[in-house]
T-cell receptor, first 113, second 111 residues
Framework: DQQVKQNSPSLSVQEGRISILNCDYTNSMFDYFLWYKKYPAEGPTFLISISSIKDKNEDGRFTVFLNKSAKHLSLHIVPSQPGDSAVYFC????????????FGSGTRLLVRP | NAGVTQTPKFQVLKTGQSMTLQCAQDMNHEYMSWYRQDPGMGLRLIHYSVGAGITDQGEVPNGYNVSRSTTEDFPLRLLSAAPSQTSVYFC??????????FGPGTRLLVL
């Protein structure tokens, strides 16, 4: 029973356009959410996070939106660049200091030049 | 400052063999953890440690043992490897959620 779901295994967008990656969760106790980016043969790296007290968090080209009532979050990348091509994982936890992080299955993003 | 290092990068085992996956960090982080990544499953937490001498189970601990005798090292032991343990293993260390650093991974194939 996956508590964090990324239903799109892959996404392809044109360079300069917006990339939207989606994530759904089932556990209403989750209150802290993160996005990680992973290149081949490397470990994941932290990208951006959001607490459940917010509905939006921005960091440069990356924005995460949280819809608590729908138990849905999304990562927007604008404008998309070829270097953004990677696998993106969303993750959730109960509390920003929780030791247990639950990951989604990942979405592979390809940004075409 | 090497961050999080993992050895070996790749290993092939036969069913029933034992081995230890090594993980070390030089950032003086108290919290370390092990994950496995399988196709379509994302990363799943195996075991974690909040400091030397303290370990606890994650989502999928069966078949794995850990110990934490120093702050720097957090080895993961497979006592009797099974094909179901074929996976990519990532070690991580952190202070807070946003400062969790992952190692490059160990790819394990159990025949």
């Amino acid at each position: 029973d996956q508590q964090v779901k990324q239903n799109s295994p892959s996404l392809s967008v044109q360079e300069g356009r917006i990339s939207i990656l989606n994530c759904d969760y089932t556990n209403s106790m989750f209150d802290y959410f993160l996005w990680y980016k992973k290149y081949p043969a490397e470990g994941p790296t932290f990208l951006i996070s959001i607490s459940s007290i917010k509905d939006k968090n921005e960091d440069g080209r990356f924005t995460v939106f949280l819809n608590k009532s729908a138990k849905h979050l999304s990562l927007h990348i604008v404008p998309s660049q070829p270097g953004d091509s990677a696998v993106y994982f969303c993750a959730a936890s109960r509390g920003d200091s929780s030791y247990k992080l639950i990951f989604g299955s990942g979405t592979r993003l390809l940004v075409r030049p | 400052n090497a961050g999080v290092t993992q050895t070996p990068k790749f290993q092939v085992l036969k069913t029933g063999q034992s081995m230890t996956l090594q993980c070390a960090q030089d950032m003086n982080h108290e919290y370390m953890s092990w994950y496995r990544q399988d196709p379509g499953m994302g990363l799943r937490l195996i075991h974690y440690s909040v400091g030397a001498g303290i370990t606890d189970q994650g989502e999928v601990p069966n078949g794995y043992n850990v110990s934490r005798s120093t702050t720097e090292d957090f080895p993961l032991r497979l006592l009797s490897a099974a094909p179901s343990q074929t996976s990519v293993y990532f070690c991580a260390s952190r202070t807070g959620m946003e400062t969790q650093y992952f190692g490059p991974g160990t790819r394990l194939l159990v025949l």
